[in-house]
């Protein structure tokens, strides 16, 4: 993604020139050229996809500059389904998703990272066995729980399995693990209890990794498809992306200027967010270390 | 807190998303149905208004159509749900996945339910080529409804440029060959502008492909779904005479040719010819800006194409009356006035003969003669390759088809890989 490429070009814009390790002379420009060269590439599709979406079907692969341009997909795209009640079901369901993984998360990880309890090592190993395995191996098994839980066919079903995050949890852990111990003696002696230095001390230092995770886990869920096609019969319940099968009936032929508008359409929150957020994003990512 | 408490927590957190499913829970005598399509397709209409014409007439039964995507995604989602215990009632997936569905213990046989005179008449009214591939073991474990075969589409414009008849497709294999050497236009650099037939071999290739090897006399699969004949001559002389198209004759785009384009390049006038299903009839028919003709697939030694698309299949962990009431459906649905309306309103065939003797279907056939041909291909029409382990031993055969297509493979070669592969795959069921 261009995400790796373009972090890397970003802090040498950032820092003065006398930077000692800022490439010069020949290895900035094959450098320059490099990241330019990757970013194109990585625009392409989504260059076609602008294309195809905004012409008549009869130019999806004909490039003409003076080809007529149109909204036309867009309304049919929108009309084929019930897109407005998608995009409320995948907007609750990361939000959802989201606010629990933060909030179980954020105490779990600090109970694992300051907290002394019997079997703390143990758990934390649990927790991590847990990033190992795919989720997709669990499919049937957590089919099962929501059938016995009666909550197939609702949100709530299409998040439940995700909330506690193993990998949230291990990042949290990491990052209050780097907070100086003495900032947390130092609000003990003011007299705050433990719940009031990690709201006071740990997650506000900890404000990159949140930004950082919350971007993974919104795009994730915002693109997932398997389980919530699975466990979900109604539109009702359905997210975007399963509302966007209309389009894949190879029975009936494929027109590709209404799936690129479709997919424009329902991806252009997330990119419209990222491209507002970009420098936040890239950063948080630099300090959480994430890639 | 108890489980309700949670269930009631969990709920106000979805708002009112989770109401419609305890809503459903209440009502006892449903029959779950998965369609294999997506929500909001035109498709999910008439099945709605299908679905709602048998409830006005049995007021204690009511079908439930949940649209589940594309087939593939059908079955993983029925699978799931049978294995944790709440399989749909009755669903539509393709004829293929019979043996697969047999082998999971997902469904039950049609014959307890056919108890009348008039149940066995019904069973013994549709084409007997799809029911090659609802019948196993002198037990019939589906109803065929949404069915398709492979057809000949030509653009008649471009065969009166080509000099040729518009009203004559080709008829065997070798003037399938002349036709497409004389539709195929290069430019003055030599670069194809129109090629003369295309043959999609993405995805699924063995389809396309089984049209070619029961022309050429052979058979893919033995009844019992235990043994394939991958490496015979005939299947060799079919897959080489493909490769040939493209390889020696250039008439045929090279390499894989992609499923879902394939319309639109015959409707921009990229290929004079193609071969896809008669599901894309409806499409065509709206899409191309010019007249097109619909003809059987040229002959090798016999005619032949195979039948494709979905049955109906009850499912084994349904109440005893659910199943019953499903059977009751899908009796009320197959009736020749409504599969031929079906086939009307989606291009599917319809699936009886008498289906075509009714006033409905032969106005329309008036209209539109194409809507005929399928019913002309279907005498002979053989079953879809399908075995048990079907995924896996069609994607032998597939990655044999593709390799011999590329050119990374000779034919002969591809096809004695491709059957080695499935001879290992299929030895546990004999």
Known sequence: MSAAAKPAKLPAGSITRTDPYAPTGLSLTLESFGAILLALIWVLPLAYAVWAAFHPSEFTTRFELTAPLTLENFSRAWAAAPFARYFLNTFVLVTLILACQLVLGTLAAYALARQDFWGRDVAFALILAQLMIMPDALIVENYRTMAKFGLVDTITAIALPYIASAFGIFLLRQTFKTVPKELDDAARVEGASPLQVLMKVYVPLAKPTYIAYGLVSVSYHWNNFLWPLLVTNSVEARPLTVGLQVFSSTDQGIDWAVICAATLMTSAPLLVGFLLFQRQFVQSFMRAGIK | ?430
Do not use: C
């Open chain 2, 1 to 430: 807190m108890d489980r309700r408490e949670f269930m009631t927590g969990a709920m106000a957190l979805a708002g009112s998303v989770a109401m419609p499913a305890l809503a459903r829970a209440q009502q006892a005598a449903e029959i779950s149905f998965f369609y294999p399509v997506a929500v909001g397709g035109p498709i999910t209409k008439l099945i709605d208004a299908y679905a709602s014409g048998f409830a006005g007439e049995n007021a204690s039964l009511k079908v439930n159509p949940i649209y589940a995507g594309t087939y593939q995604e059908t079955i993983v989602k029925a699978l799931t749900a049978h294995k944790s215990g709440t399989p749909p009632v009755l669903s539509v997936l393709l004829s293929t996945d019979m043996f697969t569905l047999i082998d999971e213990d997902a469904i039950v046989p049609f014959d307890e339910f056919v108890k009348t005179d008039e149940d066995k008449k019904w069973l013994a009214s549709f084409f007997p080529g799809f029911m090659e591939n609802s019948q196993t073991g002198g037990k019939t474990w589906g109803i065929p409804f949404q069915r398709s075969t492979v057809v000949l589409y030509w653009n008649k414009e471009l065969f009166k440029e080509a000099g040729l008849d518009p009203e004559t497709p080709p008829k065997t294999w070798a003037e399938q060959l002349a036709f497409a050497q004389k539709l195929t236009k290069r430019d003055a650099a030599g670069n194809v502008t129109q090629w003369g037939i295309q043959i999609p071999s993405s995805g699924f290739p063995y389809w396309l492909f089984q049209g070619l090897s029961t022309q050429a006399g052979s058979i893919l699969a033995n009844p019992a779904g235990d043994k394939t004949d991958y490496a015979n001559p005939a299947v060799v002389e079919a897959l080489q005479y493909w490769v040939d198209l493209a390889q020696k004759h250039k008439v045929h785009p090279p390499g894989i040719v992609e499923w879902g384009t394939t319309p639109r390049d015959f409707f921009e006038r990229k290929v004079a010819m193609m071969w896809t299903t008669t599901g894309n009839l409806t499409n065509v028919r709206t899409n191309a800006k010019f007249p097109f003709g619909v003809g059987l697939l040229p002959a090798g030694k016999r005619l032949g194409s195979p039948t494709g698309g979905g049955n109906f299949y009850i499912s084994k962990k349904a109440s005893k009356a659910e199943q019953e009431a499903a059977f009751k459906f899908v009796r009320w649905i197959t009736t020749p006035e409504r599969a031929a309306q079906w086939s009307i309103d989606t291009g599917y065939v319809a699936v009886r003969p008498d289906s075509y003797e009714t006033a409905a279907m032969k106005k329309y056939a008036a209209d539109f003669p194409a809507a005929l041909v399928a019913r002309d291909q279907l005498p002979h029409a053989v079953a879809e390759l399908s075995t048990h382990e079907n995924q896996r031993v069609t994607k032998a055969l597939n990655d044999g088809l593709q390799a011999a297509l590329t050119g990374t493979k000779a034919p002969q070669k591809a096809m004695e890989d491709a059957q080695a592969e499935a001879e290992r795959i299929l030895k546990p069921y004999r």
